[in-house]
Structures are given as structure tokens and as C-alpha cells.
């Protein structure tokens, strides 16, 4: 089979999850982030994190509120 894909368009549209543990981050950011040990950081799919929340539910809700797909990744 030798069909035609556009590859800019993979990945469009899907935002990649990943636990982060509190002590990985920069002393500045662990100050603000309490008692979590572990985070959620979203990243698009050139790798640019978007955002860092508390918990993985939180991370899947606001991709898909900003019609992403979200995927986890270890």
C-alpha cells in the first residue's frame, strides 16, 4: 500500500502526560509545591511543557478542555 500522510499533522492535537516527582524540580518550585511529591506535566508534542498540576485527573481535564488528546507516557 502506498498512501499518501502528511506527517506535520501527527501529533496535532495530542498532549503527552508524565509524572514528575516533586524532588526533580528546581528548588524554586518545589517551595511552592507543599506536600506533593509527585506532579503531572503536560507537554505538546514538540516536548514543550504546557503546564504542571497535581494529580494526573487534573492534567487529562485541561487537556481535553483545550480539545486535546492526552496521552500518558513513563
Not at 514538540?46 to 500518558?72: C, I, S, W, Y
Amino acid at each position: 500500500m502506498n498512501t499518501k500522510f502528511d506527517l506535520e499533522k501527527l501529533g496535532q492535537g495530542i498532549v503527552y502526560v508524565k509524572p514528575i516527582l516533586a524532588t526533580d524540580l528546581p528548588e524554586e518550585m518545589r517551595e511552592r509545591v507543599g506536600d506533593l511529591e509527585e506532579l503531572f506535566s503536560v507537554h505538546n508534542a514538540d516536548g514543550e511543557q504546557l503546564a504542571l498540576v497535581a494529580d494526573r485527573k487534573l492534567a487529562f481535564h485541561l487537556a481535553r478542555e483545550n480539545n486535546m488528546q492526552p496521552v500518558t507516557v513513563q
